[in-house]
């Protein structure tokens, strides 16, 4: 947040694989009070990207966490439900994410799409509950970022897919395949 103060353009919550790797968790309630106090230290020029953790439930039904946007009691999935409050708290871009390291049980095209299909997942919920625009990342490569604008994304996260790459070139490669392939489908406004 410091960053923030001193010129950045945009601050991100999420980036959990570290958290993630030492066996800690985020709740639903932690992300969305790290998300108010960024917010109360921020205000509301800076736009903040939040990532809603992938181990939240997609398929479990709850309640609104902002139940006085709501009138009557509906159920959501957990992840649409904690995106609804971000949003409501401010959040600027909702960030979806899988989990990481999936596992797929084929390789090529099928495996690059079990890959993704956390993300995936989550994104078409997501996208369809929130007014501002989702970014889908984990799993995301050239093969999956059209589905990804499909499925509801404004944009796509492929950090993994071009840093794992050994020279520029590789990477630069990378990055155009993915906009030109998004693009082809319909463009997406980000890609990352």
């Known amino acids: ?84 409050a971000l949003e409501a708290a401010g959040a600027s871009i909702i960030q979806t994410e899988g989990g990481m390291p999936m596992k797929p049980s084929s390789g090529g095209i099928q495996g690059l799409i079990e890959k993704a299909a956390p993300t995936l997942a989550a994104t078409a919920a997501i996208s369809k509950a929130v007014e501002i625009p989702t970014m889908a990342a984990s799993g995301i490569s050239a093969i999956t970022a059209p589905l990804a604008i499909a499925a509801g994304a404004a944009g796509v996260g492929v950090g993994s897919a071009v840093n794992k790459l050994n020279s520029e070139i590789a990477m630069l490669a990378a990055v155009r395949e993915v906009t030109l392939r998004v693009m082809a489908r319909g463009g997406a406004n980000a890609i990352a």
Do not use: C
């Not at 009070?33 to 709850?62: C, F, K, M, N």
């Not at 009138?71 to 904690?82: A, F, K």
């Open 1 to 84: 947040m410091f960053r923030a103060k001193a010129g950045a353009h945009m601050v991100e919550i999420g980036n959990y694989d570290s958290f993630y790797e030492q066996g800690r968790k985020f709740s639903a309630e932690e992300v969305l009070a790290i998300t108010h106090r960024t917010r109360d230290i921020l205000g509301s020029s800076i736009p903040v990207s939040v990532t809603v953790p992938h181990t939240l439930p997609l398929d479990e039904q709850v309640g609104p966490f902002l139940s006085s946007l709501w009138r009557d009691t509906i159920l959501l999935p957990l992840q649409v439900s904690l995106a609804l």
